[in-house]
């Protein structure tokens, strides 16, 4: 299944670069950390991360 994913992030000719980004987030339940993964567009990430 990941191999599925490797193939789809790296795309085809006229397809956009996408990134996998992974934003460490405090919860608000129990104050711990969590991880967010997400995969963007990578001209979003720099906006995304300073949210």
Same mark, same amino acid.
Not at 4 to 29: D, P, R
Not at 32 to 51: I, P, Q, R, T, W
């Given at each position: 299944? /990941? *191999? +599925?994913?490797?193939?789809? %992030? ?5 397809? +956009?670069?996408?990134? *996998?980004?992974? *934003? ?7 104050? /711990? ?15 995304? %991360? +300073? +949210?």
């Amino acid at each position: 299944m /990941a *191999k +599925k994913v490797v193939a789809t %992030l790296q795309g085809g000719a006229g397809s +956009k670069k996408m990134t *996998k980004v992974i *934003k460490m987030v405090k919860s608000s339940k129990s104050e /711990a950390y969590v991880f967010e993964e997400k995969v963007m567009n990578a001209d979003e990430v720099e906006a995304y %991360l +300073k +949210k």
